[in-house]
């Protein structure tokens, strides 16, 4: 089935919205209403799950939005020439990935942080070797930005911009201001929007709630959920082994990009490390980097079939823990 994805044509991208929905169906008969708790309580996502009320319509909209991602996911992947095979594998691995662990596969607020992510990712990209790259540098602030405001670990993500423009291009003082403006902008914003409305600007305790504490091992939750944590994380491993093989006679172009991937990887972890959040749903930052990585080995690959039961094996994960068929 994976094959299906193999060359880059306009009728696949659109056969990417059924295989969304068919990865994703479980949640449409088992619907899962997103609470949102004090920890992630901000603005922004209190607005946003008042209008998506319903455990149906935070489904629908979710792989809306995922379907939306694979799209922006398969463009970095092959308008940045990550690979020297044009493949939509990228894309097919970002489905599974956020649809790995069942209590993360609803509309949760870092499935829609990671649009912005990959926004920002692609117009970090976008600036090496682009004489005029202002607009894609205040982008890559302001979507970071964004990101944090559904998702605020992603906040250290800020620094992550920072070192990816430094990787990519004389980073010089003008262009150091106009992504500090780009960060800026989103809290301007919602601050003048507070001020308006006489809404104060911070809540102590939502930051006494927001940061560290001693991840929770839970002996009530399915075994098959840290199945697929445990998948995800031999993944990140697997990258790490094979990077030789990921940089392997490609252009100083690539090698520098792939390099980034694998410091938001870094970051995914340094931003678990620092805020208090489940691995359940903080785990979803590492599909944006993994699907890319992953893609990249799958599409150089002259084993076709291991990546094929790989693709398998992922799909019956998704199903197991979405119909619950090791619920012990």
């Not at 799958?298 to 994960?317: D, G, Q, T, V």
Request: aromatic content about 18%; glycine content about 4%.
């Amino acid at each position: 089935m994976l094959e299906i994805f193999r060359k880059n044509l306009f009728i696949n991208s659109l056969l990417l919205l059924p295989y969304v929905l068919v990865i994703r169906m479980g949640t449409f008969f088992s619907t899962q209403k997103y609470i949102v708790d004090e920890a992630s309580n901000t603005y922004f996502i209190s607005h946003v799950y008042s209008y998506a009320d319903t455990g149906l319509l935070q489904s629908i909209i979710a792989s809306l939005i995922i379907f939306i991602q694979t799209l922006i996911v398969n463009y970095i992947f092959i308008n940045q020439k990550l690979s020297k095979e044009a493949t939509q594998f990228a894309g097919v691995f970002y489905v599974l990935f956020v649809s790995l662990i069942e209590e993360s596969s609803g509309l949760t607020p870092i499935l829609m942080a990671n649009t912005f992510m990959l926004l920002a990712l692609l117009s970090a990209l976008k600036t090496y070797k682009n004489i005029n790259a202002t607009g894609s540098i205040f982008n890559c602030g302001f979507m970071i930005a964004m990101a944090s405001l559904f998702y605020v670990p992603y906040f250290i993500y800020t620094v992550f911009g920072l070192i990816t423009l430094l990787l990519l291009r004389s980073f010089n003082f003008q262009e150091k201001v106009q992504y500090i403006i780009g960060i800026i902008t989103p809290y301007f914003l919602i601050f003048s929007i507070k001020y308006w409305y006489d809404i104060a600007f911070f809540e102590i305790t939502f930051f006494n709630t927001i940061f560290f504490r001693w991840p929770e091992i839970s002996r009530e939750q399915p075994i098959i959920e840290y199945l697929a944590i445990g998948i995800i994380l031999m993944m990140v491993v697997a990258t790490i082994v094979f990077y030789g093989t990921l940089v392997a006679k490609k252009a100083i172009q690539a090698k520098k990009k792939i390099d980034i991937l694998y410091w938001f990887i870094l970051f995914c972890i340094v931003s678990y490390l620092i805020f208090n959040t489940k691995i359940q749903e903080h785990i979803l930052s590492l599909s944006i980097p993994l699907s890319l990585l992953i893609a990249i080995l799958a599409s150089e690959s002259k084993n076709k079939l291991f990546y094929e039961l790989l693709h398998l094996m992922l799909i019956i994960i998704v199903f197991m823990s979405q119909f619950n068929l090791l619920n012990f």
